[in-house]
C-alpha cells in the first residue's frame, strides 16, 4: 500500500490449512491481519485481524475477525464449523469513510475467485480505534496461545475485491459450488452427510492442472417420517 495515508479500504487474502488442534483454544487468538506500521517487531494493529477459535464439533475450527483495538470487543465469528486438514480460501477487508473515522472489518470465507464482491460471511465494528492517519502499512502473522498450528500460503494484499481474488486462470486451484437436496443422507467424494449444512471438501492434486480442487456443498437434508 504506497503512500496509503489517505486511502480507506485494503483487502487481504490466503488460502489456510489448519492441520491438528493443537494449541486451539475455545476462547481463540488472532493470527494474521493489516498493520498500521512495519517492521520485524512491535507492530502496531489498528486494523482487522483474522481470529481461530476451536469448534464445538471434536477436530474443528471456527474463522472470526475483529475491526481493530478499543473498548469493549466482540469477534464475530462465521457459523461454520471447518473440519481439519481442508484448504480455505480467506478475504479480509478493513473498511472506512475517512482517515479518523471508525473501522469495519469483514470476512469472506471460500469466496469464488474471480467474481463479484459478495455480502460478506461476518463483519465487525465492535472496536472503537479509528482508522490511522499512516494508514495501512503491512501485513503481519502471529503465532501466539490459542492460534494453534496452521499453513499459509498465497498471501495478497490490494485496494481493490479482484485484486486479492484472482480468478482461476490465476492461480492453479479451483473452486466449485454444489448446491443439494436430499432425503436422509447424501453422499459426495465417498463423504456421506446426514444433517443440512455447508460443508467443504478439498480434493488434492485433482486438477488438471494437478492442484487442489475446492468443492463448496450447500447442504439441505430432508428427513423422511414413518406412516
Given amino acids: 500500500f504506497p503512500s496509503h495515508d489517505k486511502r480507506t479500504t485494503g483487502y487481504f487474502s490466503f488460502l ?39 469448534g464445538t464439533t471434536p477436530n474443528t475450527f471456527q474463522l472470526g475477525i475483529l475491526n481493530t483495538s478499543g473498548g469493549t470487543v466482540t469477534i464475530s465469528y462465521a457459523p461454520t464449523e471447518y473440519a481439519l486438514n481442508t484448504t ?10 475517512a482517515v479518523g473515522s471508525p473501522i469495519t ?56 475485491w479482484a485484486s486479492v481474488t484472482p480468478s482461476s486462470a490465476s492461480s492453479c486451484v479451483t473452486y466449485n459450488t454444489i448446491s443439494a437436496m436430499a432425503c436422509n443422507s447424501y453422499s459426495l467424494n465417498n463423504q456421506t452427510y446426514t444433517t443440512s449444512g455447508t460443508y467443504v ?21 430432508h428427513n423422511s417420517t414413518a406412516s
Fill in 16 to 54: 489456510l490449512n489448519v492441520t491438528n488442534t493443537t494449541g486451539l483454544t475455545a476462547a481463540g487468538n488472532y493470527f494474521i491481519g493489516f498493520a498500521a506500521s512495519a517492521g520485524t517487531s512491535n507492530v502496531t494493529i489498528f486494523f482487522p485481524h483474522v481470529h481461530i477459535k476451536l
Fill in 88 to 97: 480455505l480460501f480467506v478475504v479480509a477487508k478493513a473498511s472506512s469513510s
Fill in 105 to 160: 472489518g469483514s470476512l469472506w470465507i471460500n469466496p469464488i475467485p474471480g467474481a463479484a464482491e459478495p455480502t460478506p460471511v461476518v463483519t465487525n465494528s465492535s472496536g472503537t480505534s479509528n482508522w490511522a492517519a499512516t494508514g495501512i502499512q503491512s501485513i503481519f502473522l502471529r503465532q501466539a496461545v490459542g492460534t494453534g498450528n496452521y499453513e499459509i500460503d498465497e498471501i495478497r494484499a490490494g485496494e481493490t
Fill in 201 to 221: 471438501q478439498t480434493l488434492a492434486n485433482a486438477n488438471v492442472a494437478g492442484c487442489d480442487s475446492i468443492i463448496n456443498l450447500n447442504l439441505m437434508i
